[in-house]
């Protein structure tokens, strides 16, 4: 059986009460590691070690601190294959998933800030003959980053790189759900030289050892992605606090289909927005709005793409679908299929478990799911259901389209499917979401500002947005 460590002051160390959690394989239903359950004493030894390693780190020049996260990067593309293997593992996503999204994206959030933090700069506001003001922009000091299960390396990177790039120090927590990459990538830190106590990754539950962390006095700034009930509730938490918060929650996307797209791309790129990691991204398109000329046809073209998504064994190449993350997953998902039903909603694909042979046998297997007939404004359609499952509707009119989009209390990202720019501009600029994809869909450059509105999120990460956000500006004004 894998034990799995925390990695605190440079050393991967027990937890110190000695206590463990299983860890299960979602494809098998099997416990094949135990991870540290960590409590606020481990979090007090990480975050003193943060402190410790603190004004060394904040000192060393930007591209010491970017050579070593390049260094970083290079060893996640070194062990793509091993880590690839972990995440599917450990979350049930397809191992090809994993090789080709995931970890590349995780070597690619090092390389990115490694680099970014050579060019990040801050202002100067020059008043001719009265005076010169700049802007310094310090490190904030110890932060935490706080990650879900769905993208397990690649969100976990997402938020230390740039944290670490900024010049400031980590503790970090992964999932309980999926510990496996965050552990491996800690050995990785270790090979890599990063000096003891910059990156400190503790492991556990959220009440054990994410709760400590947030509400840590020592630590300046929290970065969390998952759930908006648990944001809400770190948010309550850390903002008396006065500590920095970026909240990367939930969504609840609208996927656009005008009749004029091009259909045969639309219908390609809407099953992977739909079902890509069995549905477990925020960004997914969970809502499906095509104008109703095209209804019918998009419907049949969507539907035989469906079925030819095959769920398997996550390691099988073959496979489309792999495991949910749990089993108490996997029921919360089953629960909204049974309310769609509930509400009046036509089952057109999908809906059952599905039951594997062999070593999937008690793995946590779902059908891609596909509704029409339930009514905007009904739970379905208004709650995140985080799974592969996804509701068809007609629109007769772009301002119809833009009420269905805009009636959730979620703004993350939206996509539009359309030959008419003018059309796409108009749409894009009257959605309330963070993100808009035309005729794409996450399509990911880094520099970009990624984040929601509304109950997706506070504030915005990526490129100069999460550099600014690790560091505390100070404005300086020198007379002429
Ligand atoms: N990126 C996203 O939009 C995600 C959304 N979700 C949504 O949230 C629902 C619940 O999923 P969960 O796994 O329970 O997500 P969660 O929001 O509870 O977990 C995310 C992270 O927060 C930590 N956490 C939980 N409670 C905490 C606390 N009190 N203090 C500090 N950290 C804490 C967890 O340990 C984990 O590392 C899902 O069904 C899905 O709808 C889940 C994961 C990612
Ligand atoms: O940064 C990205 O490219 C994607 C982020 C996805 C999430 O934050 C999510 O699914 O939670």
Redesign the pocket.
């Known amino acids: 059986m894998l034990h799995l460590l925390n990695y605190i002051g440079g050393q991967l160390v027990a937890p110190h009460a000695g206590r463990y959690l299983d860890n299960p394989e979602p494809a098998t239903g099997q416990v094949f590691s135990r991870i540290p359950d960590s409590d606020a004493h481990d979090v007090q030894q990480a975050v003193a070690a943060a402190e410790a390693a603190l004004p060394a780190w904040r000192l060393l020049p930007a591209e010491e601190r970017g050579r070593l996260l390049v260094r970083i990067s290079e060893l996640i593309e070194r062990d793509l294959e091993r880590l690839a293997q972990a995440e599917s593992q450990d979350n049930g996503k397809p191992v090809s998933l994993a090789r080709a999204v995931d970890i590349p994206r995780a070597a690619s959030n090092f390389a990115f800030f490694g680099t970014a933090a050579q060019h990040f700069a801050s202002e100067t506001h020059f008043q001719e003959g009265v005076a010169l003001n700049y802007t310094v922009r310090h490190p904030l000091g110890v932060v935490g980053c706080?990650?879900?299960?769905?993208?397990p390396l690649y969100?976990f990177t997402w938020k230390i790189a740039p944290a670490l790039a900024a010049g400031c120090c980590v503790v970090a927590?992964?999932?309980?759900?999926t510990p496996y990459t965050a552990f491996l990538l800690s050995e990785l830190c270790i090979e890599a030289g990063l000096p003891a106590g910059v990156l400190n990754i503790v492991h556990?539950?959220?009440?054990g050892?994410?709760?400590p962390?947030?509400e840590h006095p020592a630590i300046k700034a929290i970065s969390?992605?998952?759930?908006?009930?648990?944001?809400e509730?770190?948010a309550r938490?850390a903002a008396p606090m006065f500590k920095k918060l970026s909240l990367?929650?939930?969504?609840k996307n609208p996927n656009l289909i005008f009749a004029d797209c091009d259909l045969d791309e639309a219908v390609r790129t809407s099953l992977r927005s739909s079902f890509a990691n069995q549905g477990?991204?925020?960004l997914c398109g969970s809502r499906i709005l095509v104008e109703r000329s095209i209804y019918e046809p998009f419907k049949e073209r969507f539907l035989a793409g469906v079925a030819g998504l095959t769920v398997g064994d996550p390691q099988r190449a073959e496979s489309r679908q792999g495991a949910l993350?749990s089993e108490a997953?996997l029921q919360?998902v089953m629960s909204y299929i049974e309310l769609a039903q509930q509400e009046g909603g036509r089952l057109l694909a999908g809906g059952q478990r599905v039951q594997l042979e062999g070593r999937c046998a008690g793995g946590y297997f779902l059908q891609p799911t596909v509704f029409e007939g339930l009514a905007p404004d009904c739970r379905t359609n208004r709650e995140?259901?985080?799974g592969p499952v996804v509701t068809l509707a007609p629109f007769d009119t772009e301002e119809e389209a833009l009420t269905w989009a805009n009636g959730t209390e979620y703004g993350?990202a939206a996509t539009i499917w359309t030959r008419d720019l003018n059309r796409a501009h108009r749409v894009a600029h009257a959605l309330h979401s963070g993100i808009v994809w035309i005729n794409t869909w996450l399509h990911r450059d880094l520099r970009t500002p990624f984040g929601g509105m509304k109950n997706s999120g506070v504030g915005r990460e990526g490129g100069v947005e999460a550099l600014r956000f690790f560091t505390e500006p100070q404005s300086i004004t020198v007379k002429l």
């Open positions: 706080i990650s879900p299960w769905n993208l969100l927590k992964p999932s309980e759900i556990g539950t959220g009440p050892a994410g709760q962390i947030i969390f992605t998952g759930g908006t009930k648990t944001g509730h770190i938490t990367e929650l939930g969504g477990q991204i925020c993350v997953h919360k995140e259901i985080f993350l």
